[in-house]
Each structure stands twice: as C-alpha cells, then as structure tokens.
C-alpha cells in the first residue's frame, strides 16, 4: 500500500469515528440512580454489609483512599472494608453528577465518625471523586473512587 493509500485510510477513518452520534447527556433517572446507589454504599457500609457495599462498585474498581495504596482488586477493596473500624456515622453528599452515555462523575463531600477498637472515636471529613460506569445490565456502579481527608496531617 502506499503512503497515499494509508494517509486516506486513516482519513477515512477518523472521520467515521468523528461521524458517531454524542453521547447523550445523563437524564435524570441516571442521576437519581446515582444518588440511590451513593445512599445504597453509605447504608451499607454502616451496617457492615460488605456484599451490598460490595455490589455498588464494579467488579474492575480501583478504590484510592488516603494513606494506603490504591486497592486495583476486589479481593483488596473487600480486605480493606473488613478492616475499617466500624462507623457510628456516615454522611455523603453529592455536590455535582454530571455525565454521558454510560459514563458518569459525582463530586462531593463526606463525614464520619469510626470507632477504632480500644480508642477513642475519630472523625473525619473531606472531598471525593467517583467515576460511576452504567453495565450492560442498566445499573450504575462505581468504577473508581478517591477521597482526601481535609484534617491536618500529624506532626
């Protein structure tokens, strides 16, 4: 083939992939739906249920809270919830859920209080970001999840 031929390939098709219909915006039954699973996750992990807190994340997620590495498997996200310290308090709030198609972004804020065995109670607050993905089967999943504590690092 010739550089001409590859050069007009390549034309061709960037401009069907350019050609594609835009993602439609997210409706509002995506973002309630969003917000239902966000409430589904808080629910969850404050009765200690880890296959409901579980089931709101996509089996592929990657979880990023502070001070540990980032948890890229299943079976580290499900390590870690079992190792949190209970909570006597879990608030989430959505700020921003914006999206497209299948792919969405909440943005917001989280406070609570857990209960570390033979301690005193702790309380933190601070910002997230997720990333939701909507499966083949319609139902909206976290696919990643980053938090940062907004109190003072230790010195």
């Known amino acids: 083939m010739t550089l001409r031929g590859s050069v007009s390939i390549a034309l061709l098709v960037f401009v069907a992939g350019a050609c594609q219909p835009a993602a439609p915006d997210l409706t509002e039954a995506d973002v309630s739906a969003i917000r239902e699973a966000s409430a589904t996750y808080v629910r969850t992990a404050l009765a200690r249920d880890e296959a ?3 089931a709101v994340s996509a089996d592929d997620a990657v979880f990023m809270p502070p ?6 498997t299943r079976e580290a996200r499900s390590a870690w919830f079992t190792a ?4 006597t308090s879990l608030v989430v709030t959505p700020v ?28 933190d607050s601070g910002s997230y970001v997720e990333i939701w993905r909507k ?8 696919s990643r999840d980053i938090f940062n504590s907004e109190l003072p690092v230790a010195q």
């Open 84 to 87: 949190f310290p209970s909570m």
């Open 67 to 72: 001070n540990v590495p980032r948890l890229e």
């Open 96 to 123: 921003e859920i914006v999206g497209k198609g299948d792919l969405a972004f909440a943005r917001g804020t989280y406070s609570f209080t857990m209960m570390p065995e033979n301690a005193t109670p702790i309380t």
């Open 135 to 142: 499966g083949t089967d319609g139902v909206w999943r976290i």
């Open 52 to 54: 409901g807190w579980m």
